[in-house]
């Protein structure tokens, strides 16, 4: 994904993030609609910065955000479903023995056809458990958190409701203490780079 202004907009489809907390059964679910993952790809699930992006391209991309760990730390059983576009849905299933290994590989195995282009994340047997409050002090963070991007057209729901962008447009500051912008610039050889900043 190039991380252009429009471009979440520009989707035949928006791209959504569909959250579900149940607080009774203590179950997460997260589904998304962003294409799915392909066969080959799969393994960038569990692997930590793995990547097949290839260096200096200027987009996100695909790399692994590590689910062994993310695991660890929310519940001991994981399921990943994924359908890239019109093949075949594929599971990965990360449970406590997995976790307890020192074994990054795990087989992804077919299952039936969940929609087309879609994710499935669902996490069970929590490590801590969550209440109404939480739900609703998370569904605060994510606008916050994404402001720009549901500003920018993709949707996140956290149990069925959407969730509204909450942008920051007065920071605070202890008195004297104004942010400043800083500015940087270096020349290499083949290229000069100027950034800008405002701490704060």
């Known amino acids: 994904m190039r991380l252009t202004s429009g471009y979440l907009a520009d989707r035949k489809n928006p791209l959504?993030?569909?959250?579900?907390?149940?607080?009774?059964?203590?179950?997460?679910?997260?589904?998304?609609?962003a294409g799915g993952?392909?066969?080959?790809?799969?393994?960038?699930?569990?692997?930590?910065?793995?990547s097949r992006n290839e260096p200096g391209a200027e987009v996100i991309g695909v790399f692994g955000v590590?689910?062994?760990?993310?695991?660890?730390?929310?519940?001991?059983?994981?399921?990943?479903?994924?359908?890239f576009a019109k093949g075949p849905t594929f599971e990965i299933d990360i449970t406590?023995?997995?976790?307890?290994?020192?074994?990054?590989?795990?087989?992804a195995y077919q299952v039936p056809d969940i929609v087309q282009g879609t994710t499935q994340v669902d996490v069970s047997h929590l490590r801590?458990?969550?209440?109404?409050?939480?739900?609703?002090?998370?569904?605060?963070?994510?606008g916050e958190t994404y402001d720009w991007f549901l500003r920018e057209g993709c949707v996140i729901e956290v149990n069925r409701a959407a969730v509204t962008p909450r942008n920051f447009e007065k920071w605070a500051f202890p008195p004297g203490f104004v942010p400043k912008p800083r500015h940087l610039?270096?020349?290499?050889?083949?290229a000069r780079f100027r950034l800008q900043s405002v701490p704060g």
Do not use: M
């Open 16 to 33: 959504k993030v569909q959250v579900d907390l149940d607080v009774d059964r203590q179950l997460i679910s997260v589904t998304d609609n």
């Open 37 to 50: 993952v392909k066969e080959e790809d799969l393994r960038l699930l569990v692997a930590p910065g793995g």
């Open 66 to 83: 590590g689910s062994k760990r993310a695991g660890i730390a929310l519940g001991e059983q994981v399921l990943i479903r994924t359908r």
């Open 96 to 107: 406590k023995d997995w976790l307890e290994s020192e074994d990054w590989r795990l087989p």
């Open 128 to 142: 801590n458990s969550f209440s109404q409050r939480d739900v609703e002090d998370l569904i605060v963070h994510l």
């Open 185 to 190: 610039t270096w020349t290499l050889a083949v």
